[in-house]
């Protein structure tokens, strides 16, 4: 199903918001809306099949220039975000902003992120995609941007340089140009959940696309579902996943590893963060047995070469 509402806002940089849901806090949702539509041209939501009453209770949020599309089945974040590209060219926009349900952006981050891509394109640069400072919404703390290395990644706070050359994205936040996709092609639904973002980033840089981050973009977002706080030479707040997701994330992972634009080392430092997840999860996690059997279960299937989502979830 297709709701089509009139906008009414014009924006010369004509950007599209994606926001997927799936079940969302309606609140949130509202927050979000409230804040977005001031700074893009229009607003796509596709919904993955809600099964909270999202759907009926969708006029609390429903506004000019917005367009939402229930799915019939969740087809996972990948296969969503495929049909709001489509929808962003047919309201023949210019740029795609894609955002999760529960990220929260701050009132200035569009134009940020817009000015250091204009910016950007005009010293020569060939970019996948510019995205946010983020906030974890729970502690304050900014995540960083994320440099490759051999073995793991690196956060870079950017305190000095305002536009930075990273390796990595959070989808959340990120803003890109339409005409991307013409080129290296749309986001790879067969992953579901979970690294759709780092794929979409490899295969761009494999085409010779350098993504980056906006240190004075800023955006409140949570990192997984849950945060452990544990004592590791002074007390962390450590984000996690909600079991099912690390069937993605390892399942992913080795499907990742099979492609012939991921480069060793990126294999080598993702490997390296699967490892120390796993050994996390033996020495503090919660409900070790259910995370430990998704993990498996994940491994084996991307062994198989299994893909799309995951039966009896």
């Known amino acids: 199903m297709v709701f089509p509402i009139k906008h009414s806002v014009e924006h010369t940089a004509r950007v599209c918001a994606i926001i997927v849901t799936y079940n969302p806090n309606i609140n949130v949702l509202n927050i979000l809306l409230g804040i977005i539509r001031e700074q893009v041209y229009h607003v796509v939501i596709i919904d993955n099949a809600s099964s909270n009453g999202f759907v009926e209770r969708i006029g609390v949020v429903t506004a000019s220039s917005l367009t ?45 992120l817009l000015e250091a891509y204009i910016d950007l394109t005009l010293q020569g640069n060939r970019i996948s995609a510019v995205g946010p400072n983020c906030r974890d919404s729970r502690t304050g703390y900014f995540f960083g941007f994320i440099k490759l290395r051999w073995f793991g990644f690196l956060k870079v706070q950017s305190n000095s340089i305002a536009i930075v050359p990273i390796d990595f994205l959070n989808s959340s936040g990120t803003l890109c140009s339409l005409e ?61 996943h909600v079991p099912f997701r690390y069937y993605y994330i390892y399942r992913n992972s080795l499907l990742l590893y099979k492609r012939p634009y991921v480069s060793i080392k990126w294999i080598t430092a993702d490997a390296l963060c699967l490892l120390k997840n796993l050994f996390f999860l033996i020495v503090v996690g919660p409900d070790r047995k259910h995370y430990l059997g998704m993990m498996f279960r994940g491994i084996v299937d991307g062994i198989r070469g299994i893909s799309g989502k995951m039966l009896s979830q």
């Open 180 to 240: 991307l996709f013409d080129v290296i092609g749309v986001m790879d639904a067969s992953l579901f959940i979970d690294r759709v973002d780092t794929e979409f980033i490899l295969r761009a840089r494999s085409f010779g696309y350098q993504p980056w981050g906006v240190k004075s973009a800023i955006m409140d977002h949570s990192l997984g579902e849950l945060s452990k706080r544990i004592w590791l030479f002074g007390w962390k707040n450590i984000p996690m």
């Open 68 to 112: 939402m599309i229930c799915l019939d089945d969740n087809r996972g974040i990948g296969s969503a975000y495929n049909v709001g590209i489509i929808q962003a060219k047919a309201l023949n926009c210019a740029y795609i902003l894609f955002l999760d349900q529960d990220s929260i952006p701050r009132r200035d981050m569009v134009e940020k």
